[in-house]
């Protein structure tokens, strides 16, 4: 490694390491897939356009999970994110999203108050707690699972509550774009 690439490094550690990324744990990102379906496959949001819109990212997030649902990997989908834009939160528009996309909306629950990675992981784990859901199937895209996994997971193992079963499995983008179903950065939003 060369001295300016490990300059880089350290400063980015640094820098990482001075904003308290707890979170910011490696995890291994391929798809952790649990042997029968999971009780809920879970979307975490991203950030909506101005007007109210899915960017590409959350777009192929949902068509991913609605993928999965179709091929009997959980029995339905908790999109969690609120962060409204325009009168619409994440959870609202990834709903939409997934209908249109072919889910039933009866297998599709919200959960609209979420603004952080933290409360996706937290707000889930209550509601799953609370419907007596056992099983969870996050997915995401790769760059968010880094960070998203060991929030999850110490969401999903609090001291006190029943510990909940994890698996994860990022966008696949050549199934997508195989099936038609892949959104592309610049392609109108929805």
């Not at 997030?61 to 969690?80: D, K, P, S, W």
């Not at 009168?87 to 909306?105: C, I, N, S």
């Not at 969870?136 to 079963?165: M, Q, S």
């Not at 994860?168 to 610049?186: Q, S």
């Given at each position: ?55 590409y990212v959350l ?25 409204p834009k325009a ?19 009866d297998e599709v ?82």
């Open positions: 490694m060369s001295a300016r690439a490990c300059a880089g490094f350290a400063l980015a550690s640094a820098l990482l390491g001075g904003l308290g990324c707890r979170y910011y744990r490696w995890e291994g990102q391929e798809a952790r897939t649990p042997p029968t379906p999971t009780d809920v496959l879970v979307v975490p949001g991203i950030r909506l356009t101005d007007d109210g819109r899915a960017s777009h192929n997030r949902i068509a991913m999970a609605v993928h999965l649902l179709q091929e009997g990997r959980g029995r339905r989908i908790v999109v969690t994110g609120g962060n009168g619409v939160t994440e959870a609202a528009r990834m709903m939409a999203l997934a209908v249109e996309l072919g889910a039933d909306p629950i919200a959960e609209p108050f979420a603004t952080t990675t933290v409360e996706n992981a937290t707000n889930t784990a209550a509601l799953m707690r609370a419907f007596g859901w056992r099983s969870a199937l996050v997915v995401t895209d790769r760059v968010h699972l880094g960070y998203a996994i060991p929030v999850f997971r110490d969401a999903f193992t609090a001291p006190g509550a029943p510990a909940l079963e994890l698996y994860w499995a990022p966008v696949d983008y050549e199934l997508l774009k195989a099936r038609g179903l892949m959104r592309l950065p610049g392609d109108p939003a929805r």
